[in-house]
């Protein structure tokens, strides 16, 4: 009778379905991939002007007003805004775990204006007196400014030629003012239009 009880005791019948400690076979358990640590990133827009988002370089869409919150693995992220072709802010961004950065769009501190020589000759361009540019016959060019009221002349380089075009403009950053030699004012009255 020992001899049987010790005999059972060591059979793999007994081991397999004995005191139900032994391991399960058959059943794997399955490893999820660790997740990547994720954070807020927040753009925020009290302009009330369209403002084109773009995150690591891809386009995540147009916020006029509020914020925009987008999930992001933690880490370093190049945030680019634009407003109407012109480049707002394109600076990285660091996200942390589990916590929100923001982004705030503000207004432009400089403006532009946009001057163009239809003329066969030389123009010089001056902005409250300044003398800021000199366009060669058919040139356009980009005039930085501040923000506020500006006077715009623009003259002509041969002798006594004198002026050709004097405007008063007010540059408010967002949008940029246009303004051309006399064979193209009737397009362009030196008014601020949209880029």
Same mark, same amino acid.
Do not use: C
């Given at each position: 009778?020992?001899?049987?009880l010790?005999?059972?005791?060591?059979?793999?019948?007994?081991?397999?379905?004995?005191?139900?400690?032994g391991?399960?076979?058959?059943?794997?358990?399955?490893?999820?991939?660790?997740?990547?640590?994720?954070?807020?990133?927040?753009?925020?827009?009290?302009?009330?002007?369209l403002v084109q988002?773009?995150?690591?370089?891809?386009?995540?869409?147009?916020?006029?007003?509020g #914020?925009?919150?987008?999930? /992001?693995?933690? !880490? %370093? =992220? &190049? +945030?680019?805004? $634009?407003?109407?072709?012109?480049?707002?802010?394109?600076?990285?961004?660091?996200?942390y775990?589990?916590?929100?950065?923001?982004?705030?769009?503000?207004?432009?501190?400089?403006?532009?204006?946009?001057?163009?020589?239809?003329?066969?000759?030389?123009?010089?361009?001056?902005?409250?007196g300044?003398?800021?540019?000199?366009?060669?016959?058919?040139? #356009?060019?980009?005039?930085? /400014?501040?923000? !506020? %009221? =500006? &006077? +715009?002349?623009? $003259?002509?380089?041969?002798?006594?030629?004198?002026?050709?075009?004097?405007?008063?403009?007010h540059?408010?950053?967002?949008d940029?003012a246009?303004?051309?030699?006399?064979?193209?004012?009737?397009?362009h009255?030196?008014?601020?239009?949209?880029?």
């Amino acid at each position: 009778m020992m001899l049987l009880l010790s005999i059972l005791a060591l059979s793999p019948t007994a081991q397999a379905h004995g005191n139900g400690h032994g391991h399960a076979h058959g059943h794997s358990k399955h490893h999820r991939p660790a997740q990547a640590a994720t954070g807020s990133l927040v753009v925020n827009n009290p302009s009330g002007r369209l403002v084109q988002v773009y995150v690591d370089g891809a386009y995540q869409g147009v916020l006029e007003h509020g #914020s925009m919150r987008m999930v /992001v693995n933690t !880490g %370093s =992220h &190049r +945030v680019k805004l $634009v407003h109407n072709g012109r480049v707002l802010e394109n600076r990285s961004v660091q996200v942390y775990r589990n916590e929100a950065s923001t982004v705030r769009v503000k207004t432009p501190s400089l403006g532009h204006i946009q001057v163009t020589n239809h003329e066969g000759y030389a123009v010089r361009v001056y902005v409250d007196g300044r003398d800021v540019a000199v366009l060669a016959p058919g040139e #356009s060019r980009s005039v930085q /400014v501040e923000i !506020g %009221s =500006h &006077r +715009v002349d623009m $003259v002509d380089m041969r002798g006594h030629g004198g002026t050709l075009v004097t405007a008063s403009l007010h540059i408010d950053g967002w949008d940029y003012a246009v303004l051309a030699t006399p064979q193209a004012q009737a397009h362009h009255s030196g008014h601020q239009r949209p880029r």
